[in-house]
């Protein structure tokens, strides 16, 4: 499933978490730590054109929701093969969401679905438990609690004919 298709699914409920997150599990190693520099070498900020400039093969269109927070204006979807957390993505997409001022403020990975015991494994293991499950429509999402301006959920939609996975990093310090 193309990631542009996707994004009405992942913009009805695109939120950073803010509820209590469970600390009975802390990780030695954060969130931040992986992504608090920013994602795939852009570092969080970076406008739309320096990303094209890396990714010309990109496709860039309007966001076509105000409910995500922070709020996406645009997003930047290009093939990209690049391991997240360490795990294979051969054959997979990266769409980047900037806001109003052309700011990259947040990442959403594909996931080859195959992959998707060893990412809660990878993850549980970096980060710890995550804090919230939760389940909207068809998608089910895992979030860890925000470190330093920065979250990640891990979005599922078992399709029955098409599944998805999907790795979402927010940079939520402006």
Known sequence: ??????VPLLLTAIV???????????????IADEFRAGV???????????????FPAGVAWPAVSSGSRPPVERYYAVPDDTPILGLSRKGQQTMFGFDRSNRLIHAIFAMPYSAKAQLMSKARTL?????????????????WAPVDGVAMNIIEIPHDTRPSLFVMVVWTLK
């Open 16 to 30: 950073v978490p803010k509820v209590a997150f469970s600390a009975d599990e802390p990780a030695k190693y954060t």
């Open 40 to 54: 795939l070498g852009f570092p969080w900020g970076t406008d739309l054109e320096q990303v094209a400039t890396n």
């Open 1 to 6: 499933m193309k990631l542009r298709f996707v």
């Open 127 to 143: 980060f710890g438990r995550p804090g919230r499950s939760s389940a909207v429509g068809l998608q089910r999402w895992i979030s």
